[in-house]
């Protein structure tokens, strides 16, 4: 029978990726992924006098499963004082300025061009699912190909257009 307790060390070199990947889905970013996954090893380290004696994985990836929502309503507030800061009044007619505009333009360049770089299938796969808002289902049926197929081609397209555009 195996032990109920882990050593953290050994916990944090087993499951750091997959926890990362995980709360990336949740939180759509991979600096904040790290982040909250490195709070979530740092938690269990400061409540638990010995590292060698820490709850399983099913343990750390529900507090980092509790983090990442955290992260989620905070960034949320954060958003909404940033929205208040920024209210119409400031502006005479509500239009962005010409700099905001011009980093808008440039960043749509860069975006669809990110897109327009994906392999052919990967790009469907993207445009129908995420543009034309299309289910995993119907994308499949579309294209003639399985659900699976069509939510890697989806995962590697997000992917690639973060790396291109976080560059």
Known sequence: MTSRFWDLTELYESEQISLRTFVRRIVGNAAAAEDVVQ???L???SHYDNAAQVP???YV?????NLALNHLRDARRRADVELEDDAPERY?????????????RSELRRLLQAIADLPPRRRQAFFLNRIEGLTYDEVAARMGISRNTVITQIVAALAELDKRLSA
């Open 43 to 45: 938690n269990l380290l």
């Open 92 to 104: 005479a007619d509500g239009t962005p300025s010409p700099e905001m505009t011009a980093l808008y």
């Open 56 to 58: 399983g994985p099913a």
């Open 39 to 41: 709070q979530a090893f």
């Open 61 to 65: 990836k529900r507090t980092a499963r």
